[in-house]
């Protein structure tokens, strides 16, 4: 299944789980089903993190271009609210933000064009989030705003477990976007 967010071009993807006495079988991507749908991206790099504490917290990041990363994202063990901001100059939804809760349990994904933010937390302990990109890591077009500089509505308890790096990112407000919005 397919769906849109508030976001265009955001969109929450659930793959079918075939389930038997053993447990069950998806197709986490197939290629064609999303080309099928419209939704064609060539993912080149597949990335696995690990989150041992609730409440850790990465993001809100982007690679510039011109090695900008599409991202369909889902969650291998745990839970999580996976959150994407619109940070294409000149978008009537520039700024704005769309989350998502991630789950083993739901098997959702979240497809996340090039030219948004990416972040989410942690909802449980021991959270594995997996992650396809359509551009190689590129660590000088590594970029990253604020976590809370963008007004989402963070489901936190107390204060969340940054990196120093997102810690000392820069707010949206004084942020310089890369991205044109090209309709
Ligand atoms: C992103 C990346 C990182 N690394 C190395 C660099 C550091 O030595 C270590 C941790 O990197 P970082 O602190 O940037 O990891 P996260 O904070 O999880 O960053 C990611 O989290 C948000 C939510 C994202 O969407 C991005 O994919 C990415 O920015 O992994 C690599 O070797 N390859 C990579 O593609």
Redesign the pocket.
């Known amino acids: 299944m397919i769906e849109e967010t508030s976001l265009p071009g955001v969109m929450i993807v659930t793959p079918a789980r075939h389930g038997d006495a053993r447990g069950f079988f998806s197709e986490s991507w197939n290629r064609q089903r999303m080309a099928d749908a419209g939704l064609v991206y060539d993912f080149v ?1 597949d ?1 696995h ?1 690990l989150s041992m504490r609730v409440g850790t917290l ?6 510039s271009p011109p090695h900008a ?1 599409a ?1 369909l ?1 889902r969650c291998g063990r745990g839970r999580l609210f996976d959150v994407a901001v619109d940070i294409r100059k000149g978008s009537p939804t520039y700024g704005k933000w769309v989350g998502v809760e991630l789950s083993f349990e739901n098997g959702r994904q979240l497809l996340i064009p090039e030219g948004f933010l ?3 937390v942690t909802l449980e302990p021991e959270t594995e ?1 997996v ?1 396809k ?1 359509t551009d ?2 590129a ?1 000088d077009c ?1 970029g ?1 705003v604020l976590w809370d500089s963008c007004g989402i509505e963070w489901p936190l308890e107390g204060e969340p477990l940054l ?1 120093d ?2 810690l000392r990112a820069v707010p949206l407000s004084d942020f310089d976007s890369p991205f044109d919005f090209k309709g």
């Open positions: 790099q990335n993190s990465r993001g809100l990041h982007f690679q990363q991202k994202v990416h972040g989410f989030v992650y990109c190689y890591y660590p590594d990253a990196s790096k997102d």
